[in-house]
């Protein structure tokens, strides 16, 4: 769990203020388990807004909200957050901006001319945002075993983020579909983070919207497979949908779930390298789950 939440308290369902998510961030830090606690995630048109940040040093992953835009007018959306950013940077020196993510501008992903458009959008981020990894996020619903191979040849600084789940069912996507983009990730080598939807450590109906939600520890541990090369998509799938609390065992040194084992110096790499962080707009949500099962 070391570093496993990304705290976005500004985004739905929590939708906090800017002053106050900070302030909670802040808190956590400060939390028995403040462990678990990785980058604030803020948009970056959101940067002038801060105006007085923590005395001690924290990091945050800086959001470009691109999908609204065509792919022409992406280039001075970016110019604008990295000015921001460098400004912001000068101002508040003690604050690391280490992690980018963005979804795609409308077009981007064009299969013309040999993805053309979309090798110039990855140039545009290596030159942008230098010295920092990129997570582009990319729909599971379309196309994407293309574009991870093309980010991966880009170089190590890109990564791919998968959406969870989101306020109306059809935004969770299904076993299957988490699966295939686990086996594709690790396959291109690229480095994973998740988003929304992954409050819960096990799989869970959400009150509000009625989906049927994934728990965090099943998509960690079909990771754990899909990066490691000991599952494929059934095996990757029986974990995502049929193992709940009692399906997982801690022991000494070590985690057990069905038939597989993984040894504490495994998951901190797979963990260290390739599955990186969850968003979440609540810290305590997971946390607290994972006290009321004794489970820290």
């Known amino acids: 769990m070391r570093e496993i939440i990304d705290y976005a308290g500004l985004f739905p369902p929590a939708r906090l203020p800017l002053d106050e998510a900070l302030r909670e961030y802040q808190a956590y830090r400060s939390h028995p388990h403040s462990a678990f606690l990785a980058r604030f995630v803020m948009p970056l048109d959101r940067l002038m807004k801060v105006t007085n940040p923590a005395a001690h040093p924290w990091r945050f992953s800086g959001l470009v909200r691109a999908s609204s835009l065509p792919v022409q007018d992406a280039r001075a959306e970016i110019d604008r957050c990295v000015a921001g950013l460098r400004f912001f940077e000068v101002k508040f020196p003690r604050i690391t901006t280490d992690a980018i993510e963005l979804d795609l501008p409308e077009g981007a992903w064009n299969e013309e001319n040999d993805y053309r458009r979309f090798r110039d959008f990855l140039s545009l981020l290596t030159a942008s945002f230098t010295g920092r990894r990129v997570f582009i996020e990319l729909d599971w619903r379309k196309p994407y075993a293309p574009l991870m191979a093309l980010m991966a040849q880009a170089g190590p600084h890109f990564g791919a983020k998968l959406r969870m789940g989101g306020n109306t069912p059809d935004l969770t996507p299904p076993s299957p579909a988490v699966a295939s983009f686990l086996l594709a990730a690790a396959a291109a080598g690229l480095p994973l983070k998740a988003t929304a939807g992954l409050h819960v450590p096990t799989p869970n109906e959400d009150v509000e919207t009625g989906a049927l939600m994934h728990g965090f520890f099943n998509f960690f541990c079909a990771g ?31 985690l057990r779930f069905g038939s597989e084992e993984f040894t504490a110096e495994e998951i901190s790499r797979l963990r260290e390298q390739w599955l990186l962080s969850f968003g979440s707009c609540s810290f305590l949500e997971p946390v607290e789950h994972l006290q009321s099962h004794g489970l820290i």
């Open 224 to 254: 754990f497979l899909a990066y490691s090369g000991r599952g494929g998509q059934d095996s990757l799938i029986e974990v995502l949908e049929e193992y709940g609390y009692e399906d997982f065992c801690f022991k000494d040194g070590s």
